[in-house]
């Protein structure tokens, strides 16, 4: 079988460095070394990290940071991994059953559903339905876990539509989960990153079958820092630390030291206070933008992260249209057919407030060429 390529990593690997505005970034600005450093005082110091093997599973200290963020759980329930990349990957390795589906939520963050076509394995979509503001078929997640799903595949807040599962929805996935005896994979990385005062729930704690994963790179906008996590149960937990022996021996000792920082009690609420008080000014920017298109563009709020799922009200396929404003605007957009939705985009609203308005503007720019509906918001 050939191979299937990320389609969305592609396009953003090879042009997001490359273009004047960037609006196809799921997180907020990120921070430098300095701000990092500065958020935690005097006492930070980075010359003293030695450049070896880290603890391969991160240090004690990190595994008992991220546990504290989840009740119940230990520095044993705690993998560290490189990214939230790597934690879906065994995540996604550990839970995979040969000739048994995964019960997987369209759309979402297609790593996983590209990793499962690659690897041979079956899919059984369950969809966020769009007439419905995102909101879950779960009568489709009971066709899937009838066929004999394994596990189920949540990204909660999603991406790219930035929807959040509401708590009674959470417990209707474990309800069926439960009955099937299936597993759930639950990728958290927009959590934190809420628009609403209210955080989202984690499907931590609702249910023993649970793997979820999570990482620096959205809520604390620390991408580079490649850190992220698994939490699970302890023994699947050491299974998963056995499997990153196989993909990457140890997170950086650098990243570990920087994810301690950002993890620490006086410097978390301090980052994430940050990232919330963007992700509120811009998306009330970016919903002005919208409101003035005359109808050209329509949307369902996001409830977390810098992405929404936008619908354009015209002919032009999505592929074509992102082209277009890579090629004659300088600017980066995720087309809908990258998550199988085509006339729709994923905008990332993440940047400072100035890029952000500018890229609007070219955006707004490549529709004025168009005619018909297009010509909307000339
Ligand atoms: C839902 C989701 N999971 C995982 C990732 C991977 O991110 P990272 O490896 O930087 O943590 C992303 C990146 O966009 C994402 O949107």
Redesign the pocket.
Known sequence: MEFTPFQMERWQSTYEHRVDYNLSE??VHPLTVGELLAFAGPSADLSRVLLGYSQSNGTDELRALIASLHPGATERSVVVT???????FVGFWELSRPGKPVAVMLP??M?VPGLIRNFQGGAQPFHLREETGWRPDLDQLESALAAGAGFILV?NPN?PTGVALTPAEMDEIVTLADRYGAWILS?E??RGAEVGPDPVPSFWGRYDKVLV?N????AYGL?GV?L?WVVGPDEVVERLWARTDYTTIAPPSVSDALARIALSPGVRPRILERTQAIIRRNLALLTSWIDASGGLFTFTPPDAGAISMIRYHSDLGSLELAERLRVEQSLLIVPGAHFGIDSTMRLGFGPPPEELLAGLERLRAGFAREPGPLRAMA
């Open positions: 799921s997180g490189i990214g939230g990349a790597e934690a879906n979402n963050y790593q990204t991406n990728d990385v927009y994963t990482s620096l790179s959205k991408p490649r992220g």
